[in-house]
């Protein structure tokens, strides 16, 4: 079964309390319960971890390497919009990614249109609440589909 890895960054972790008018109701174990059925559904299996730690999400891209996923799914939260560190760990682990956002961050302040990892991702997805998760899903497995 092919795998794929699963980041959240921080934050994340209060989602179905934080803010619902702009991230839903939905709780990360919901999502997470959406992303791994839908994987299932699809031949994949999927590994998720999240983190309000930088570091820890570096190493986890980093070892998503080592542990032979073919893709990456992520939310970096804000460090989208800040992290150089983890902008570099994924050209330095060359594995696939897709970006998600729950709000549409270009509806947003000013300084959340820009993500520092849009540019070298398959694609970003944003502001399909909840569901961007599942969307993002389906973008990473036709991707890693085609290169087979």
């Known amino acids: 079964m092919k795998k794929v890895t699963l980041l959240n960054g921080p934050n994340l972790n209060l989602l179905g309390v934080r803010e619902p008018a702009k991230y839903g109701d939905s709780s990360l174990g919901d999502i997470l319960s959406k992303c791994q059925k839908f994987s299932s559904e ?3 299996d999927l590994d998720s971890f999240q983190s309000n730690s930088e570091a820890d999400l570096i190493n986890r891209i980093q070892s998503a390497m080592d542990d032979r996923s ?7 939260g ?6 150089i560190g983890i902008r ?3 050209l330095a682990v060359g594995i696939p990614f897709v970006e998600v956002h729950i709000s549409n ?3 947003r302040e000013e300084f959340r249109h820009k993500t520092l990892l849009s540019d070298i991702a398959i694609g970003i997805i944003s ?3 909840a569901f961007s998760y599942v969307l993002g899903l389906q973008a990473l497995f ?3 589909n085609k290169l087979d």
Do not use: R, W
Not at 70 to 76: R, S, Y
Not at 78 to 83: E, I, L, N, Q, V
């Open 127 to 129: 502001g399909f609440g």
């Open 105 to 107: 961050i270009f509806a």
């Open 42 to 44: 699809n031949g994949f």
């Open 88 to 90: 570099d760990a994924f």
């Open 142 to 144: 036709d991707h890693i």
């Open 70 to 76: 073919e893709g990456i799914l992520i939310n970096p």
């Open 78 to 83: 804000a460090y989208g919009h800040t992290s």
